[in-house]
């Protein structure tokens, strides 16, 4: 079983950044895949990046592309997604999910593990 606890949301203006934090209990942290994801009122879970376990390997949805950058320490046990540039779109409540077969996926249904959401609030 993995526990994983997200923070570093808040309320930022639009152009401003974040840095969000992914804890993950577990020796075997090192050996998974993790993804951000989002989710905004009335919407779907949507991707927004993943890391695979060694984090040789990122992936990012287009809207997010070259603003937001993913990465982790394993010996922390935490990933890490840094949102710069921010938008009133990416206003979300933002979660962080793991993959223990360590396979870098961009949907939800991919991931096992998930943590309980931090909220970022973009300000126009």
């Known amino acids: 079983q993995v526990q994983l606890v997200e923070s570093g949301g808040g309320l930022v203006q639009a152009g401003g950044s974040l840095r969000l934090s992914c804890a993950a209990s577990?020796?075997?942290?090192?050996?998974?895949?993790m993804g951000w994801f989002r989710q905004a009122p009335g919407q779907e879970r949507e991707f927004v990046a993943a890391?695979?376990?060694?984090?040789?390997?990122?992936y990012y949805a287009d809207s997010v592309k070259g603003r937001f950058t993913i990465s982790r320490d394993n010996a922390k046990n935490t990933v890490y997604l840094q949102m710069n540039s921010l938008k009133p779109e990416d206003t979300a409540v933002y979660y962080c999910?793991?993959?223990?077969?360590?396979?870098?996926?961009?949907?939800?249904?991919?991931?096992?593990?998930w943590g309980q959401g931090t909220q970022v609030t973009v300000s126009s």
């Open positions: 999910a793991a993959d223990p077969t360590g396979r870098v996926g961009v949907s939800a249904y991919e991931y096992d593990y």
């Open positions: 577990g020796r075997t942290f090192s050996t998974y895949a």
């Open positions: 890391i695979s376990w060694s984090g040789g390997s990122t």
